[in-house]
């Protein structure tokens, strides 16, 4: 089917602001236009512009009409707004928005980089004909005709296909709705029950040690057989469908606690331990130095827990082989732990991060090699950027002059002066800039890259990783949070 001639790439400087947008009352002209959305969106007009950089324009049109030789943005105005002021940051008030104004001038100069020059639109005759699909992008479902909404749920379940966990809540009624143990009457029963009560029961440290559940690396896992785990759920969800239950009655931790005593004979039986298994079937038990010491005593805000089942441990070497395993193997093929769950918003870097999880690194080591130096220069970059930390005459981290020992540096000392990195982090920064003949520092790294003479060894690559995984996971933490 041929595509409507109502498409066109308009240039960016063809495009006004609409001075009439639903989000404010009418104004005279573009330059109050560009005002009142500054007023109205502040902040969110810079987080939508440094996603623009980050990961480029929405691919949906944007609704105009012409206005003489020009077009008026009917849908489209924040988006609009966003690449306005990444091409020209003056327009924005520097006595009114000084903060703002800084913000979008360091974005500008990665902006120019790779600028937005002109914008697929669809070219409505007059303002009544947009209104009127506008309408439908804006006003609600309208019965299933507009725009619907996600809701948290189904947000989560999008993430979780690529490759972000869930939270522990949704990773449950996961298990709830696909065990094998937990009846169809109960998996109906789950789909009526508001998530936001299911939560609190799910994020009450004492309540998961009841169920014999725990977390670690963002999945939700357990020691505890899974026929048992499906009857603490079965009768949570049971409880939580009487009509006189209320959030009232697990508002607080006590509350929760006077909740689930009424029905402790449908707990779990927590000394019917198997090997730790995850409720939503990834499978941890070839899955990288996890074991039952840490599994049992998880850490929670810092602290450590008593342990949420107890351990069968064989009287005697012939019962050895039998028994459960007490751990988990350390040993592991790839680089970073492929349990291990790190939220990237860079796309580059999260691919990477992904394939650091699956190469061999026995079999392609030199491969691993390059992409962990590749990984950690990609993370470092990221965070000077996100922090505004380039320095003056740099238009990006990777281009700027600096090296990467000398970028891992300004990062750890932007980390110790925010009081951002613990000992460890510390510890593992000093490993990759300190100590130069280390087989863990950036040196070596390079070198991997770039000498002919150098060959990496995969217990080496590993360990790397090791040291630096804390330091890895505050940088990207840092990244999320700006």
Request: glycine residues 4%; charged residues 25%.
């Amino acid at each position: 089917m041929a595509i409507s001639k109502s498409y066109k790439q308009i240039s960016i400087t063809r495009l006004i602001l609409n001075p009439e947008n639903d989000r404010f009352e009418p104004v005279e002209n573009e330059k109050l236009a560009l005002e009142m959305m500054l007023q109205k969106m502040g902040s969110k007009i810079y987080f939508l512009a440094a996603d623009i950089v980050n990961r480029g324009l929405s691919p949906k049109p944007f609704y105009v009409i012409p206005h003489y030789n020009k077009y008026v943005v009917k849908d489209g105005n924040r988006r609009t707004t966003a690449i306005k002021f990444l091409s020209r940051p003056k327009l924005i008030d520097e006595k009114k928005y000084p903060t703002l104004r800084l913000k979008f001038e360091k974005l500008h100069n990665r902006y120019i980089q790779s600028p937005i020059k002109s914008i697929l639109c669809y070219v409505y005759p007059d303002a009544l004909s947009a209104d009127n699909w506008v309408e439908l992008e804006h006003t609600g479902e309208q019965k299933g005709v507009g725009t619907v909404e996600w809701e948290s749920e189904e947000i989560h379940r999008f993430n979780k296909k690529h490759g972000k966990n869930p939270p522990i809540q949704i990773q449950a009624m996961d298990f709830i709705r696909n065990s094998v143990f937990i009846s169809d009457e109960i998996k109906e029963m789950s789909e009526q029950i508001k998530l936001t009560n299911f939560e609190r029961f799910i994020n009450d440290t004492n309540i998961r040690k009841l169920l014999g559940i725990s977390w670690i690396n963002s999945q939700l896992i357990s020691g505890v057989e899974e026929s048992e785990i499906a009857k603490g759920f079965s009768r949570i969800v049971y409880e939580m469908n009487k009509p006189n239950f209320t959030v009232k009655s697990i508002y607080t931790a006590k509350d929760r606690a006077d909740f689930i005593k009424k029905f402790s004979d449908g707990l779990p039986d927590l000394s019917k331990t198997t090997t730790p298994w995850s409720l939503n079937n990834w499978s941890i038990e070839n899955d990288d130095d996890i074991d039952i010491e840490k599994l049992s005593n998880e850490t929670e805000g810092g602290q450590k827990s008593p342990p949420i089942h107890p351990i069968n441990k064989p009287s005697n070497s012939s019962q050895e082989n039998k028994s459960t395993k007490s751990t988990i193997p350390v040993t592991r093929k790839s680089v970073i732990p492929s349990n291990l769950a790190i939220r990237i918003a860079n796309p580059k870097a999260n691919k990477i991060h992904n394939e650091l999880k699956k190469i061999d690194v026995k079999t392609f080591v030199n491969c691993a090699a390059v992409t962990l130096r590749v990984f950690l220069e990609l993370s470092v970059d990221s965070f000077l950027e996100a922090k505004g930390l380039l320095k003056e005459g740099e238009i990006s981290a990777s281009l700027a002059p600096r090296s990467l020992y000398q970028k891992v540096n300004d990062v750890s000392q932007y980390l110790h002066k925010n009081k951002l990195a613990d000992e460890s982090i510390t510890m593992a920064v000093k490993l990759l800039t300190k100590e130069k003949n280390s087989v863990w520092g950036v040196d070596t790294m390079h070198a991997y890259v770039h000498s002919n003479k150098l060959s990496p060894i995969p217990g080496d690559i590993q360990t790397t990783w090791d040291n630096i995984q804390d330091f890895m996971l505050t940088l990207w933490a840092q990244i999320e949070a700006e």
